[in-house]
């Protein structure tokens, strides 16, 4: 059982080895391709910082498109270091002029071009020189097709940001960031304070409402005094019949009441 162990143990340790060196070396070919875009890039750097230098960029920029850049820039390539075989897309010449143009004018000159370094991705060959100023360091990158013409499609001079320029850009977006964030805010405070006006400005577009009228309230009707018939009340009529014989002089005997009516006292208060 443990020389089993040991045998997979081994088998194991064999396996991973064999994995840690798959990974195959570049041909010689392809050394060889990257060997020509390394020289070629310091050459196309050196050609261009020179032409910032001496040329007018801007009335380049402005008299030739980009195809007319690129052949500009091929012929005057091949004046320079004899290479016919150089090729170069106009779109990469533009970006070029344009970025050593506005680099150059931070770093003013370059001082020192450092060694061409080159990283293969896909179908591309990644050169990248390092450059020194006497206001700062750069970069610059250029791109090439990884086939056997090697053509220039990408350049571009990139400033190295010191601690301090890093500090003012980091303290430049916390402010714009903290203002945007007070004029949000006494924005949305206007707008809540606004909806107090809008019933107010509804009240004053709406149609007035006629004044109605206070309808008199009616006069409570006189009460109806129901009259009460007395006549059967026989005692009361005796009274009544004597107290009228005795006012007239004469006997009960000659009165006969029909009725008797209750009178209106209020008459009677007024009198």
Do not use: H
């Not at 008299?63 to 390539?77: K, R």
């Not at 014989?245 to 005997?253: K, L, R």
């Amino acid at each position: 059982m443990k020389k089993f162990a040991r045998i997979l143990l081994m088998l194991t340790c064999v396996f991973v080895l064999t994995a840690c060196g798959s990974e195959k070396a570049p041909s010689e070919l392809q050394q060889s391709k990257e060997s020509m875009a390394r020289s070629r890039a310091d050459q196309v750097v050196k050609l261009t910082a020179a032409l910032v230098d001496s040329e007018n960029v801007d009335q380049m920029l402005e008299d030739y498109n980009n195809v007319e850049l690129g052949d500009l820039f091929a012929s005057t390539f091949v004046q320079y270091y004899g290479d016919n075989s150089f090729m170069c897309d106009g779109k990469a010449v533009n970006g070029a002029l344009t970025s050593f143009q506005t680099g150059m004018d931070s770093m003013k000159s370059i001082t020192e071009f450092g060694t061409p370094t080159s990283v293969v991705d896909d179908d591309t060959i990644i050169v990248t020189i390092p450059l020194a100023g006497e206001n700062g360091n750069g970069s610059v990158e250029l791109i090439f097709t990884n086939d056997i013409y090697l053509q220039m499609i990408s350049c571009t001079l990139n400033l190295d940001q010191t601690k301090g320029q890093l500090m003012t850009k980091a303290a430049l977006n916390t402010l714009l960031g903290m203002g945007t964030v007070f004029v949000v805010l006494i924005l949305i405070s206007f707008i809540i304070s606004a909806f107090n006006l809008i019933p107010k400005i509804q009240a004053s577009f709406a149609p007035k409402k006629a004044e109605i009228a206070p309808v008199p309230e009616p006069e409570p009707a006189a009460p109806v005094v129901e009259e009460e018939d007395l006549s059967d009340d026989m005692e009361l009529v005796a009274v009544i019949a004597a107290a009228i014989a005795t006012y007239e002089g004469t006997s009960v005997e000659g009165f006969r009441v029909r009725s008797i009516r209750r009178a209106n006292t209020k008459s009677w208060k007024k009198a």
